[in-house]
């Protein structure tokens, strides 16, 4: 039976996509043209949805528009055309900066002394409530297909990693105690191959930027960018992340080329 919350996105999955909001997708996000028609119309049901339950507000001055608003959901709700998340049920707010953004951020130095700081950011994602964004890099992002960073996938792919409480790499799989054992060490192998190139840079013919070295939650939000923007890359060096990720994702971007 459908609980309440089910009933009512169907019920929004069902409205007639707004005809101004196709120009939209066609413009700015371009994996929508890869799609086949069906994937095109579960996007723009996901966005239906995404839209209705988190609201955007916009930050340093940007009025937040519908080009805004559906560019972002569209990037976002790639990541759930395969099922990996119901939703994003841990984000509560999308707020929107009109570029880069400065956070302030709190680290632990030796004994015990907090020490604040701040970071130029292009998106940050807060384990419980908000994803921050800068609309300017979460449209290049979302504009470009190989190669480029895209923001977006990046800060939702923290979101769905977080859903099990933790940050840590491992998002809620399927199967049995098996599956996290296989997901452990493929990702322990290429985090540990990828923290080796960061520190010979010159040399690195990495497919996945080495930011995603930082530690386990950035590789899993590096290798699912990675996934989506660069899956014949990704595929051809890493085979192995490649297949827990479709797997994860129950997605193969490599058909959207
Ligand atoms: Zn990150």
Known sequence: MFSLKEWQREHLRRQPFPAEWVPILERNVAHYHHLSPLEQQALQGHVQVFLHEKPFEGCGGLEITDEIRVT??????????????DGF???????????????????????????????VRLGESWGWGNVVLSWDDALK???ALAGAHSVVLHEFAHQIDEENGA???????RGSRG?????????????EQLSQEKAHPSFSKEVL????ATNPAEFFAVASETFFERPQALLAQHPQVYAQLKDFYRLDPLAWR
């Open 167 to 173: 940050a840590d790499g491992v998002p809620r799989l």
């Open 209 to 212: 930027d080495t930011y995603g």
């Open 141 to 143: 992002g979302a504009r």
């Open 89 to 119: 049920p841990h984000c509560n707010r999308v707020l929107v900066y009109p570029g880069a953004f400065v956070s302030t951020v709190t680290r632990a130095l030796p004994g015990g002394v907090l020490a604040k700081g701040e970071l």
């Open 179 to 191: 599956v996290y054992a296989t997901w452990a060490s493929v990702m322990r192998q290429a985090f």
């Open 72 to 85: 972002i959901a569209a990037e976002a709700c790639l990541l759930l055309l395969g099922g990996a998340s």
